[in-house]
């Protein structure tokens, strides 16, 4: 039992720091990015090439992977989302739009093949890969009669470093102030000399770092990379976890994200694999009815 | 080229040779128009594929254990899926916008890895065999239901049922605070939305030998969104056209058929940005106007859609 919690403490990190992206975007721009889970399964794609593919130590291919991922979230921001800003469209627009962008993105992995166009990014067609044994140091610890694997010790660390940088960010420095201005209000935010269409930028970049950042990390923990890892895994379970902590609000997220974790492991532990695959969403749908503000009861206008 | 030079020219060898694509445009169609009715009252609603689970189940659960003809179980199934849109529609639509797609996209989640993966019946996320399976006999209904549901939508859009769900789009508070009965409106668009799905999905066990709950996840309903809004959502003959272009697309450009998503995925965004009133639609192209082009270019009208 004790080495299922821990284990729901490992991909507890990952939903969170996915989450944390996904609930960024919601808060400041108010549209639903629904290319992150696309961008997320980039994270991991990429690295792998650049491991696999490139012969490229793990660490700087995963740095690398982190900002091209971060400059998916520009591409994301100009090419879906400012042109439907520039059009006061509502926003269910820029969920389509998105939707729209992860579709290609999947689509372009899941079509490359030895001798293809991309055949430099993937080469496993819609297969699913991991990691060349060896190419990522993965020791074993043994602590108190429990099995630790060195790469979830380093998601877990990763993680809650990242997550506790974040906060600092966003309470502290002068670019999360602004966040906080324009999520709190758009117009006064412009009036008070933020430059919103900057904001939004950074925003975009951040959210999809910490995307494609949670991306490799699963490929890292769960061996599993594939172009459907972002839309099977946690594109939808995403969802969940913001729900759960109230959309917009990030430690609401990180909350979201270790509660889901623990749910789910313990869903599995009592009735097995295939109600442990819906309880996320009978989760996602209860607290949506009963609780639409999120478990933690953040305000809505409060949200960052 | 040469998918248009056999339509025009050997129409009959084409529908030979083409039926399961006819087929399957008919029932993205049916499928686009359940979309558009919830839709056109201004609910973005993605529990589609989870009403077609539903009505495809039921049908395939009816005819492998009671003696009733065919297309009472179909009817069955549809009944089914609008008792079921009626239960979830109760919670659910209270939400607005973003929110009530999420929630209805648990739902279909919900339904598909909770409940027909771990009920017996359902053969357990294994899938069903269908015993009444006829894919050529079963493309008939479907290209008779179409015109027949087009109809009923359109008349109903055109009728006081359709007005006050346009005022409910266009204004919420407006249109209760001149006596409205939004959330009754709002729950009749999904009731409908729900039987309209639910039929789909039973017509298309029809010309399937397998009921793959794989088929009905959120992949699907976000298909079905993507025909909806590239046909355009202001009148019911959008969808429809939406469905058979984008159903249609990879049979025509063979080239790009590996690459068919990475193509929707461009119209989508050139039509969400371009033209959110669709294929189908009044108005030109909301163009986003760089500077240097004269004012004229940009359309000035607001198109009348939910985009």
Not at chain 1, 58 to 65: K, R
Not at chain 2, 276 to 284: A, D, L, T, Y
């Given at each position: 039992?004790?080495?299922?919690i821990?284990n729901?403490i490992?991909?507890?990190s990952?939903?969170?720091?996915f989450?944390?992206g996904?609930?960024?975007?919601?808060g400041v721009?108010?549209?639903?990015?629904l290319?992150?889970?696309?961008?997320?399964?980039?994270g991991a794609?990429i690295?792998?090439?650049l491991?696999?593919?490139?012969g490229m130590?793990f660490?700087?291919a995963?740095?690398i992977?982190?900002?091209v991922?971060g400059?998916l979230?520009l591409?994301?921001?100009f090419?879906?989302?400012?042109p439907l800003r520039?059009r006061?469209?509502?926003?269910i627009s820029a969920l389509?739009?998105?939707?729209?962008l992860a579709?290609?993105?999947?689509a372009?992995v899941?079509?490359a093949?030895?001798?293809?166009?991309?055949s430099?990014l993937?080469?496993?067609?819609a297969?699913?890969?991991?990691?060349p044994a060896?190419?990522?140091?993965?020791p074993t610890?043994?602590?108190?009669?429990?099995t630790?694997?060195?790469?979830k010790l380093?998601?877990?660390i990763t993680?809650?470093?990242?997550?506790?940088?974040?906060?600092y960010?966003?309470?502290?420095?002068q670019?999360?102030?602004a966040?906080?201005?324009?999520?709190?209000n758009?117009?006064a935010?412009?009036l008070?000399?933020i430059?919103?269409?900057?904001i939004?930028?950074?925003?975009?970049?951040?959210?999809s770092a910490?995307?494609?950042?949670?991306?490799l990390?699963?490929g890292?923990a769960?061996?599993?990379?594939?172009?459907?890892i972002?839309?099977d895994q946690v594109?939808?379970?995403?969802?969940?976890?913001?729900v759960l902590?109230?959309m917009?609000?990030i430690p609401?997220a990180?909350?979201?994200?270790?509660?889901?974790?623990?749910i789910?492991v313990?869903?599995?532990v009592?009735?097995?694999?295939?109600?442990?695959?819906?309880v996320a969403?009978?989760?996602?749908?209860?607290v949506?009815?009963?609780?639409?503000?999120g478990l933690?009861?953040?305000r809505?206008?409060?949200?960052? | 080229m040469d998918?248009f030079?056999?339509l025009f020219?050997?129409?009959?060898?084409f529908?030979?040779?083409?039926e399961?694509?006819i087929a399957?445009?008919?029932?993205?169609?049916?499928?686009a128009?359940?979309?558009?009715?919830?839709?056109y009252?201004?609910?973005l609603?993605?529990?589609?594929?989870?009403?077609?689970?539903?009505?495809?189940?039921t049908t395939?659960?009816l005819s492998?254990?009671?003696?009733?003809?065919?297309?009472v179980?179909?009817?069955?199934?549809?009944?089914?899926?609008g008792?079921?849109g009626?239960?979830?529609?109760?919670?659910?639509?209270r939400?607005r916008g973003?929110?009530?797609?999420?929630?209805?996209?648990?739902f279909?989640?919900a339904?598909?890895l909770?409940?027909i993966?771990?009920?017996?019946?359902t053969g357990?996320?294994?899938g069903l065999?269908?015993?009444t399976a006829?894919?050529?006999?079963?493309?008939l209904?479907?290209?008779v239901?179409l015109?027949i549901?087009a109809?009923?939508?359109?008349?109903l859009t055109?009728?006081r049922?359709?007005?006050?769900?346009?005022a409910?789009r266009e204004d919420?508070?407006a249109?209760?605070?001149?006596?409205?009965?939004?959330?009754l409106?709002?729950?009749?668009a999904f009731i409908?939305?729900?039987?309209?799905?639910?039929y789909?999905?039973a017509l298309e066990?029809?010309?399937?030998f397998?009921v793959?709950?794989t088929?009905?996840?959120v992949?699907?309903?976000?298909q079905?969104?993507t025909?909806?809004?590239v046909?355009?959502?202001?009148n019911?003959f959008?969808?429809?056209?939406?469905?058979?272009?984008l159903t249609?697309?990879?049979e025509?450009?063979?080239?790009?058929?590996?690459?068919?998503?990475?193509?929707?995925?461009?119209i989508?965004?050139?039509v969400?940005?371009f033209?959110?009133?669709?294929?189908?639609?009044r108005?030109?192209?909301?163009?986003i106007?760089?500077?240097?082009l004269?004012?004229s270019?940009s359309a000035r009208?607001?198109p009348?859609?939910?985009?």
């Amino acid at each position: 039992m004790t080495q299922q919690i821990l284990n729901a403490i490992f991909i507890g990190s990952i939903y969170a720091l996915f989450a944390v992206g996904y609930t960024l975007v919601f808060g400041v721009l108010d549209v639903l990015n629904l290319a992150h889970s696309a961008v997320f399964m980039l994270g991991a794609v990429i690295t792998y090439s650049l491991v696999a593919l490139h012969g490229m130590p793990f660490l700087p291919a995963a740095v690398i992977a982190v900002l091209v991922c971060g400059l998916l979230g520009l591409l994301i921001e100009f090419v879906a989302l400012r042109p439907l800003r520039r059009r006061n469209a509502p926003p269910i627009s820029a969920l389509i739009s998105t939707i729209g962008l992860a579709l290609i993105f999947v689509a372009i992995v899941e079509q490359a093949n030895p001798g293809s166009f991309f055949s430099w990014l993937w080469q496993d067609g819609a297969n699913s890969v991991r990691f060349p044994a060896g190419a990522v140091p993965n020791p074993t610890f043994h602590v108190l009669g429990l099995t630790i694997e060195g790469t979830k010790l380093l998601i877990l660390i990763t993680a809650v470093v990242l997550m506790l940088v974040l906060g600092y960010v966003i309470r502290f420095t002068q670019l999360g102030r602004a966040l906080r201005a324009v999520a709190e209000n758009r117009r006064a935010a412009t009036l008070l000399g933020i430059q919103v269409d900057r904001i939004f930028a950074s925003t975009l970049f951040l959210s999809s770092a910490l995307g494609g950042l949670a991306g490799l990390l699963f490929g890292l923990a769960i061996s599993d990379i594939s172009p459907y890892i972002g839309r099977d895994q946690v594109e939808l379970k995403g969802l969940a976890v913001i729900v759960l902590g109230g959309m917009g609000s990030i430690p609401g997220a990180v909350l979201g994200g270790y509660l889901l974790g623990l749910i789910e492991v313990l869903a599995f532990v009592r009735f097995g694999s295939n109600v442990e695959a819906g309880v996320a969403f009978a989760a996602l749908f209860l607290v949506l009815v009963i609780r639409p503000q999120g478990l933690f009861g953040a305000r809505l206008r409060e949200r960052l | 080229m040469d998918f248009f030079i056999q339509l025009f020219t050997d129409p009959v060898g084409f529908y030979n040779q083409h039926e399961l694509l006819i087929a399957q445009i008919g029932i993205n169609a049916i499928l686009a128009i359940s979309l558009f009715v919830t839709f056109y009252s201004g609910q973005l609603s993605l529990a589609n594929a989870g009403f077609m689970a539903i009505g495809a189940y039921t049908t395939v659960i009816l005819s492998l254990y009671l003696p009733l003809p065919l297309p009472v179980n179909m009817l069955i199934g549809a009944v089914l899926a609008g008792l079921v849109g009626l239960m979830v529609g109760l919670p659910v639509l209270r939400l607005r916008g973003v929110f009530l797609a999420i929630a209805t996209i648990g739902f279909v989640e919900a339904l598909r890895l909770g409940v027909i993966l771990n009920v017996p019946i359902t053969g357990e996320g294994q899938g069903l065999k269908n015993p009444t399976a006829d894919p050529l006999g079963g493309i008939l209904p479907i290209l008779v239901s179409l015109p027949i549901l087009a109809y009923i939508v359109w008349r109903l859009t055109r009728a006081r049922l359709g007005q006050a769900w346009a005022a409910i789009r266009e204004d919420e508070l407006a249109a209760s605070s001149n006596g409205i009965n939004v959330p009754l409106y709002k729950m009749i668009a999904f009731i409908i939305g729900a039987v309209i799905a639910g039929y789909a999905g039973a017509l298309e066990t029809h010309i399937n030998f397998f009921v793959d709950p794989t088929e009905y996840g959120v992949t699907r309903t976000i298909q079905i969104l993507t025909f909806a809004v590239v046909g355009g959502t202001t009148n019911v003959f959008g969808p429809i056209v939406g469905a058979v272009f984008l159903t249609a697309l990879p049979e025509i450009v063979r080239q790009f058929a590996s690459y068919r998503d990475v193509v929707n995925g461009i119209i989508l965004i050139l039509v969400i940005i371009f033209r959110p009133q669709g294929i189908v639609g009044r108005g030109g192209l909301a163009l986003i106007r760089p500077k240097w082009l004269p004012a004229s270019w940009s359309a000035r009208e607001r198109p009348a859609s939910a985009l």
